[in-house]
């Protein structure tokens, strides 16, 4: 069963504009991962947040971690057309090496 | 460094077949997954290894093995191909347990 689930499923933004994603996941977790991927591609780290964290930014990202609601978003500001990709957050629970995905929001930039 | 790599990125078998997924990392990585992608799906875990000689099974690991016996190589076996096999399967390695994985290319699989 999924862990993470994503929401939107689909975004649809003009260049230049915020987008923004969420992430609702069910059980506690160490450590919360957000990946990109471009059409037919591996994916690509993007961030990686800790359960005592609540925020964390990296470059035009910014991730927000709510234990108590169990979710997460991810904001992308200034949005570019290369951003268009599918983006997908990872939960970990602990034990062995189960990073769970959730099933991600594609989200598409247009000029 | 190479990174991940995967190989074949593309074979079509018929129903009943066998084959190895390639993985191989040069990153020194202990930690090793492979994962399978269908639409609408996202990633699943079907098997995983936390170093050389250790596998564990993950998610939906029926009708895969693995094994690995070097910290490098990490093979996906499929015994005996079936339909609901066809995917986009992805290796992913990482240093630490549940930390950053990085990712191969993927291979993309077809079941006739």
């Known amino acids: 069963s999924q862990q993470g689930e994503e929401d939107p499923q689909a975004l649809s933004i003009q260049e230049g504009e915020n987008a923004t994603m969420n992430c609702s996941y069910k059980?506690?977790?160490?450590?919360l991962q957000w990946y990109r991927q471009n059409s037919g591609r591996g994916l690509v780290h993007l961030i990686l947040?800790?359960?005592?964290?609540r925020e964390k930014h990296s470059g035009r990202l910014r991730v927000t971690l709510d234990t108590s609601k169990k979710s997460s978003s991810l904001l992308i500001t200034a949005s570019r057309a290369a951003d268009t990709a599918s983006y997908f957050c990872a939960t970990d629970s602990g034990g062995g090496n189960k990073l769970t995905f959730g099933t991600g929001t594609q989200l598409k930039v247009e000029l | 460094n190479a990174g991940v790599t995967q190989t074949p990125k593309f074979q079509v078998l018929k129903t009943g077949q066998s084959m190895t997924l390639q993985c191989a990392q040069d990153?020194?990585?202990?930690?090793m997954s492979w994962y399978r992608q269908d639409p609408g799906m996202g990633l699943r875990l079907i098997h995983y290894s936390v170093g050389a000689g250790i596998t564990d099974q993950g998610e939906v690991p029926n009708g895969y093995n693995v094994s690995r016996s070097t910290t490098e190589d990490f093979p996906l076996r499929l015994l005996s191909a079936a339909p609901s096999q066809t995917s986009v399967y992805f290796c992913a390695s990482s240093q630490k347990r549940g930390e950053t994985q990085y990712f191969g290319p993927g291979t993309r699989l077809l079941v006739l």
């Open positions: 059980t506690s977790i160490n450590n």
């Open positions: 990153m020194n990585h202990e930690y």
């Open positions: 947040i800790r359960s005592n964290e």
